[in-house]
């Protein structure tokens, strides 16, 4: 079993800056891509940021230049540094990892999400 802990979510002013943490512990044999997604109220599931286990990102077009993503892979840990925030940023955000429990064998996991608001 693996469990992805997520840190670091509050209320933050427009302008202002937070970073997202997701610790992964368990049965991890290696872990692949994570990242982060979000939801806000009434709206689905979307991502916002992946890191692959070698260290290349993507973005979605609405953080690109404002948020950035890290891991370190000895400690299973992703961050979301997220700057010059947007009401609009307010949500859920959820972190996630596609993780290998053997050689041949991976799933996605999902963590139970973190709240950041961002108030004008």
């Known amino acids: 079993q693996v469990q992805l802990v997520e840190s670091g979510g509050g209320l933050v002013q427009a302008g202002g800056s937070l970073r997202l943490s997701c610790a992964a512990s368990?049965?991890?044999?290696?872990?692949?891509?994570m990242g982060w997604y979000r939801q806000a109220p009434g709206e689905q599931r979307e991502l916002v940021a992946v890191?692959?286990?070698?260290?290349?990102?993507n973005f979605a077009d609405f953080v690109k230049g404002r948020f950035t993503i890290s891991r370190d892979n000895a400690k299973n840990t992703v961050y979301l540094q997220m700057n010059s925030l947007k009401p609009e940023d307010t949500a859920v955000y959820y972190c996630?990892?596609?993780?290998?429990?053997?050689?041949?064998?991976?799933?996605?996991?999902w963590g139970k999400g973190t709240l950041v608001t961002v108030s004008s």
């Open positions: 996630y990892a596609d993780v290998k429990f053997t050689l041949f064998r991976s799933m996605d996991y």
């Open positions: 368990g049965s991890i044999f290696s872990i692949n891509a």
């Open positions: 890191i692959t286990n070698g260290g290349n990102t």
